[in-house]
């Protein structure tokens, strides 16, 4: 078992014609990856890595039957390219496109929940379930099949999470990158909740960063709610604050949001944090046996 | 983008929302010239984008006319926490009943945009919220919808306004809703919103901050950030990379924000390194993207090493590494640099650095790499 995604999954790639698009096709189906179409508006009938092209979402989901839709799509047209694959009634959906408006993703956010459906991103490096299937850009040689899941908020460093467990045989279960931005589709509460139902993963890291109040909502659910262990991490601890104008931002936040702010919480929920990168695969090996 | 005063009481003016007389000083003489044609008292706004202006001298009222130039001239001269004045607010100074915090951000769990209100404005807003958090009243809008009048009038009840101050003032909240939705805003905010004596509204001081990422849509305000910057900032931001300056002794270029903080964290553990810079690549990586990240870090003084940490997910990192050896060929550079690369075509990077003396460190834990390079310089943890 794994979350999300395994070797059955169907997918379809929107924007596939784009540079990114074909290069990490190729890339995903030397990996396994079972990705039946694309789409890109204008450019249907083409083929790329014999993959059909289709113009509309609709279309290739009236041809093949779609479980995730993965979008290498423009930040401009990143918001028209989700509403239409939630309309055309796909499920799953991650966004790899960096800089989209915020603005766009608090609407693609709220629509999703509305139509349930599961939006990951922006700017999210996908989604890997080792040995199965990988939808998105991770760089399948960090990863390998075992007992830890991983949710981390930064793309890299989940990359670096991974290496740094298989560097002491210690595989993964599936990894998912929830993205950076301001917004995220999906919280890391909901990937926990995922992990904490799948009898495969073992233990969980959870990668996290300052900013935002993600990290705080997480150690509730883990206190009242997990049960296998976690391991926590927040990078930032070292970042000077930023300049800030207006007052919106601190209130809002109401003293969360820093690394100490998230520890602490962590640490009252009952996780292991992890206060460096390279303390993590000990603690997992720990944990495991 | 952080707008000025000036220009974010512009927009609001446009919306309908009512700002006390005045205008831009550049000189002493202008903001004579504005304060007599709006009498005294007038309000003197130093045009800094800092938080805090009031707390640092940045705002003085004057009675006398005669005295403006000479208050004008000192203000547009005084740096305000490193900053100089991009100029001077001048305002018909307005007579103070009560004050009103409102303010539109995002929260960013929920992903819905919050306006907040409260009875409380003033600079100790943020301590207001921290001592009585219940006197600040949150209201949440659905992002897929208008925000209608409607909605807003009971939160507004809460502040205590009534009949006509209370109609007012959820007008002037749904046409700053629309200026947060329509400008992307990250951060809208009146503080205060005056109500004076005779019982009128004023936006007394206006905050706009918006999405750079939306920055396409707003084609005039992104011209004007584009013209405030140098031709390889542009680039930068073309691509998508993020520059920090930070002062230390290591100069730091990461792809990927969240691996550049973790890496940052590292290297400040050593008592004697500390990052010069943040520089996050993004996404975006080729050979002359790293040419600009190179040359921009090489800017920063006191440098004593530079540390590389990529990732080749989306990046082609051999790509990348043409560029800095491009960098490090030409301007034949002999500051010790540690670089750890890995993901897809990792061993062509690895090639392209070794053969101009980069320090590859090949596993995958930055926390060796950042081990060797206190080695190299000789430094001590804790």
Redesign the interface.
Known sequence: MSILIDKNTKVLVQGVTGNIGTTQTRYMLKEGTNIVAGVTPGKGGLKVEDVPVFDTVEEAVNNFPIDVSLLFVPARVAKDSVLEAIDAGIKTMVLITEHTPVHDVMEMKAYALQKKTLLIGPTTPGIITPGECKIGILPANMFSPGPVGIISRSGTLAYEVAANLCAIGIGQSTVVGMGADRVAGTNLVDILRLFNQDNETKVVVVVGEIGGTQEEDAAEYIKEKMNKPVIAYIAGASVPPGKRMGHAGAIIEGGKGSAKSKIQALLAAGAKVANRLYEIPSLAKELIS | M?LHEYEAEEIFSKYGINIPLGGLAKTPQEAKQIAESIDVPVVLKSQV???GRGKVGGVKIVDNLDEVDIVADKMLKTELKGYKPEGLLVLKKVDIKKEI?L???????S????I?ISSEGGIN??EV??KN?EK?FKLPV???QNLHPYQVISTVKKIGLTGELLAETVNIIVKLYKIF?EY?G??T?I?PLVITGDEKIFCVDA?L?I????L??HPELNKKKLDAMSGRDKRLMKK?ATFVK?NGNIGLI??????A??T???I??YPSLSTAN?LET??GITSDLMVDCMELVLEQPKLDAIFINL????NPIHEGAKGIAKVIRERKLDIPIVAKA???RQEETWETLEEVGVHIIK??????AVEFLAKLLGVKAK
């Open positions: 952080r984008l800092v938080g915090y303010g539109i951000t995002i929260d960013r769990t992903g819905i945009p919050i907040m807003i943020e919220s921290r958090p600040i659905n992002p897929l939705r992307d990250l951060i905010e503080n905050v901050e999405d750079d990422s939306a396409f849509r998508g930070l990461c792809s990927g924000a969240g691996l903080m973790a940052m964290d590292m400040n553990d943040f993004g996404g990732y080749g997910g989306i890995l993901g897809n596993e995958s834990e930055t926390q060796k």
